[in-house]
């Protein structure tokens, strides 16, 4: 990442700071120090036996690999595999891949891919010969891998044996070669080519590991196929693609070019797992911010839900002889666990707790899902948290993404925020997932604009509830949703809000183009186009130009890692913001990548906006 202005750590304010007030407690039985005791457990696999399981778990600063023995009966204790693995934002985190064999255990580590034996001793490197490889995917014979390199800004494939001996580069092409998968046979791969020229187009193709020809399986001006799987007998393809107008199964034949549609959901399906006999694919299903599990007969196409719980169901994996999945799964009242699932019973077992028995015993609250018509007649959905007894008060949370959604999962600062009696509207803005393709796109050449307006509706849609006081109506955001208060902030006529919260957000689309990582690069030209052809659009897109209409206070919050929104963004907001005399508080923090992973960090964040908040939002004693 180029890096223009040198930054460090810093408190800075203009107008008052938001020290803590005595008169405001947490709720009974909360703290900032329990919400944040939640150690995160994700990305699992199962082993190719079936009897263990491999996950990250973030804890102690790392998010080290950890494998869990399945008994038949009682509770295993975790082993730890890994023994530094830094810690990432668990969404831009990978699953640890078991070799065939079930004797190893492949990951990324730092810049490195790490095979480590399961049965004891030092994982090793083996990725020494070049720096900055990731995405290990074993071959069948469980001594060759293929790794990721990112080479001259695209990204390649290496195969390398398992000691880290003889690595031979598979791709050359331009474009970036992604999620790599093996046929059985292990003499070709399937993978996903993202285009260097039509960032809006996601091909299918075949490499033959023994002579590197390289066949296309699917691929069309901006249409976007991928997460290709093979079907046990090597003979099918299922994949992703939006063809449909929905992220939809499909099934190809390799040698066929004319693939065929197997699910018609009418809804985003997500990670296709087939099961060992080849007759069902499991995959979730996205019904409005719901994810459940179901199963996909290959016969017919014929769908049946195998969801037990309203919640957030993730990365199935079948045991070899079928009788069995393992799930991971949270909801709004439990953390994210990981569970065994008997088949076709349904009976589910936990197999992890996360969960400190003193938040267990906390009473939270299960967001209701509403809708409401936003400009242009479009429908926008999302989930309120209504708290029985409120406090007048209220946030509108945008997600980030924006190609991303708001979801009945886990979210435990708005769970201790609704304690405190807050009524909390996480709006799913267009631009969204998880409504169809259509949707999706509806930002497309014009965020900060149609978006802005969807969550400016969602202040309105609070301020007209009983018991709502219209003048203390805050916002925050994370990302995407931190662009969205300094959009609302710089933009909203009828100052709908008295505050705004912005974490690791940015306000100019031009100097955040130019100084983020390639791959966000990319995104943002995705859904804009390039700066240089596409000018007005990024000054449409830029609220930074507004600054001047700003009247409520905000707080921003930083870390100085983060190479996706670069920490130069809040920096050059901030620097508005005090040349137009605007009240605002500005916390950065050191090594923080997107998304803040130390607990005294998450701590400080939590302390910080809940103090933010406290004032500018209740003028008044309680």
């Not at 990981?338 to 939270?364: D, H, I, K, V």
């Not at 029985?388 to 009945?408: C, E």
């Not at 259509?438 to 604009?449: I, L, S």
Request: proline share 9%.
């Amino acid at each position: 990442m180029a890096v223009e202005i040198a930054l460090t750590e810093k408190y800075e304010r203009q107008g008052w700071p938001s020290l803590p007030r005595p008169d405001m407690q947490p709720p009974p039985g909360w703290s900032l120090e329990l919400i944040t005791s939640v150690p995160r457990i994700y990305n699992h696999s199962l082993a190719p036996a079936g009897d263990k399981l491999a996950f990250l778990w973030g804890r102690e600063g790392c998010a080290d690999v950890y494998t869990l023995e399945l008994k038949p009966a009682g509770r295993a204790w975790p082993q730890r595999i890994s023994l530094d693995r830094p810690s990432k934002p668990y969404w831009a985190d990978e699953i640890p891949q078991w070799s065939p064999d079930g004797q190893w255990l492949a990951y990324t580590s730092g810049g490195d891919v790490v095979v480590a034996p399961v049965a004891g001793g030092k994982p090793e490197k083996i990725t020494a010969f070049t720096p900055g490889c990731f995405a290990p995917v074993w071959l069948p014979d469980s001594q060759h891998l293929i790794v990721s390199q990112e080479i001259e800004d695209f990204v390649q494939f290496w195969k390398i044996e398992r000691t880290g001996a003889q690595a031979q580069r598979l791709t050359h092409d331009p474009g970036d070669h992604l999620d790599a998968r093996p046929s059985p046979d292990g003499k070709t791969i399937v993978y996903t080519q993202k285009s260097g020229d039509d960032f809006r187009r996601l091909d299918l193709r075949l490499t033959d590991l023994s002579t590197g020809t390289i066949t296309p399986l699917t691929g069309g001006p901006q249409q976007k196929d991928w997460y290709p799987r093979w079907s046990p007998d090597g003979k099918h393809i299922a994949f992703l693609s939006q063809r449909s107008g929905f992220n939809e199964i499909w099934l190809i034949q390799p040698g066929d070019a004319q693939p065929h549609q197997l699910t018609h959901l009418g809804a985003d399906a997500a990670e296709p797992a087939w099961s060992p006999d080849g007759q069902w694919l499991a995959c979730t299903v996205n019904r409005q911010g719901e994810i459940h599990l179901v199963l996909v007969s290959l016969v017919d196409g014929s769908v049946t839900d195998v969801s037990t719980r309203k919640g957030i169901y993730a990365r199935p994996n079948w045991s070899p002889d079928g009788s069995f999945m393992t799930v991971e799964y949270e909801d709004p009242l439990s953390p994210p666990d990981l569970y065994r699932m008997a088949l076709p019973s349904r009976r589910r077992a936990q197999l992890t707790f996360s969960n400190p028995p003193a938040l267990g015993a906390l009473e939270l609250l299960e967001p209701q899902s509403v809708s409401c018509t936003s400009a242009g007649g479009l429908e926008i959905h999302g989930l309120l948290y209504n708290p029985p007894k409120g406090n007048q008060a209220a946030l509108v949370h945008p997600h980030g993404g924006p190609a991303d959604q708001y979801t009945f999962g886990w979210d435990i600062f708005d769970q201790y925020l609704a304690a405190k009696g807050y009524t909390i509207l996480a709006p799913n803005y267009r631009g969204s997932t998880g409504y169809g393709v259509a949707f999706e796109h509806a930002n497309y050449n014009d965020w900060g604009r149609g978006d802005t307006e969807d969550c400016l509706n969602a202040a309105s849609l609070l301020a007209q509830r009983p018991g709502i006081d219209p003048a203390r109506i805050g916002i925050l955001g994370a990302s995407y949703g931190g662009y969205m208060v300094a959009c609302c902030l710089s933009r909203d006529g009828e100052y709908r809000f008295a505050c705004g919260v912005s974490k690791f957000g940015d306000a100019d689309l031009f100097s955040s183009w130019a100084l983020c990582e390639r791959s966000t690069r990319e995104y943002t030209e995705m859904m804009l186009g390039h700066p240089a052809r596409q000018r007005q659009i990024f000054i449409n897109g830029s609220p930074i130009l507004q600054v001047d209409q700003v009247r409520s206070p905000v707080l921003l919050l930083h870390g100085l890692k983060d190479d996706i929104v670069p920490p130069q963004a809040s920096e050059e907001w901030v620097e508005a913001l005090r040349r137009a005399g605007k009240t605002y508080e500005y916390k950065t923090y050191a090594g923080e990548p997107h998304g803040f992973q130390k607990r005294a960090n998450v701590l400080d964040v939590y302390a910080r906006t809940e103090r933010f908040l406290d004032w500018h939002l209740f003028p008044e004693p309680i």
